[in-house]
């Protein structure tokens, strides 16, 4: 045997490299040491993704219907209402039947129907906002009448919808009702008083503003000379007030003694 040359021990005193030697190593202490230190490492990395997502999913659910219902940012506990004349907003709150409630389950159409039923509301718009705002802006009905019947006075407007009279107004037009018709509030009143009575003022701007009403005469009032002028229904009211004045003139010419004129129908009658 030959003696051992410098270059072949040099390449004996490199085999096994130190990276073999370290590869070695740690393919051995790997499953030796992170299974028994860390057991719960190698079951988590064996979830799936999609499990990781959903879990997530879920917490953020729970945790955003906790903060739904648990908590007041997303309930109702003021509202808005603008447009008012005669209402309060505490009425129209009340009629909205939505304080106290998760602006999630609020339906502004809904709310919409509910105000509505008010008399007064002649027409309403509803919005929301979040996280608990809502508004409601509603356009009232105006008073045109003051519709007495005995003791009860009545607010009754212009579509002839009756209303609760809830504070003096001289300048309305009074209506006494001589039949004593029921009145319900929110209900119509009789548009045939109502209708005569515009008939009368589009022809007479300077018109009385206090009338009686029964179905027998119509509609009525007392002139300045305290006769009481029956006119009937809504019907010829400019020929009904042309022979007013025609006979009114003829009967201070003559200085009669008058009670009443009644020109309802037909002819001018007086008495």
């Known amino acids: 045997m030959s003696p051992t040359t410098p270059l072949q021990r040099q390449n004996n005193r490199r085999a096994p490299t130190r990276r073999t030697n370290t590869r070695t190593r740690y393919q051995i202490a790997a499953p030796l040491v992170a299974p028994r230190a860390f057991p719960v490492v190698g079951v988590l990395t064996q979830v799936p993704r999609v499990k990781w997502f959903a879990l997530l999913l879920i917490t953020v659910l729970t945790a955003l219907l906790v903060l739904f219902f648990n908590t007041d940012w997303f309930y109702v506990y003021d509202v808005e209402v603008s447009g008012m004349r005669s209402l309060t907003r505490k009425e129209v709150e009340k009629a909205s039947g939505i304080v ?23 027409a309403v718009e ?4 979040l996280p608990n705002r809502v508004t409601i802006h509603i356009v009232e009905r105006l008073p045109e009448v003051i519709w007495i019947r005995g003791n009860e006075n009545y607010w009754v407007a212009d579509d002839g919808m009756i209303m609760l009279a809830r504070a003096p107004r001289p300048e309305l037009v009074v209506i006494r009702d001589l039949d004593f018709r029921a009145m319900v509030i929110g209900k119509r009143a009789p548009l045939d008083a109502f209708a005569a009575q515009r008939a009368l003022r589009q022809v007479w701007r300077d018109a009385p503003r206090a009338f009686d009403w029964s179905r027998a005469r119509g509609l009525a009032f007392t002139d300045e000379r305290g006769w009481k002028i029956y006119l009937g ?28 004129i009644d020109l309802g129908k037909g002819d001018p009658f007086y008495q």
């Open 100 to 122: 106290g409630w998760n602006i999630f389950f609020i339906e502004p159409s809904q709310v919409q129907t509910y105000v509505a039923t008010l008399p007064e509301v002649k």
């Open 126 to 129: 509803v919005g929301t906002a």
């Open 233 to 260: 229904d809504a019907s010829e009211m400019a020929g009904k007030l042309a022979r007013y004045r025609a006979l009114v003139a003829t009967l201070i010419a003559q200085n009669k003694r008058v009670n009443f």
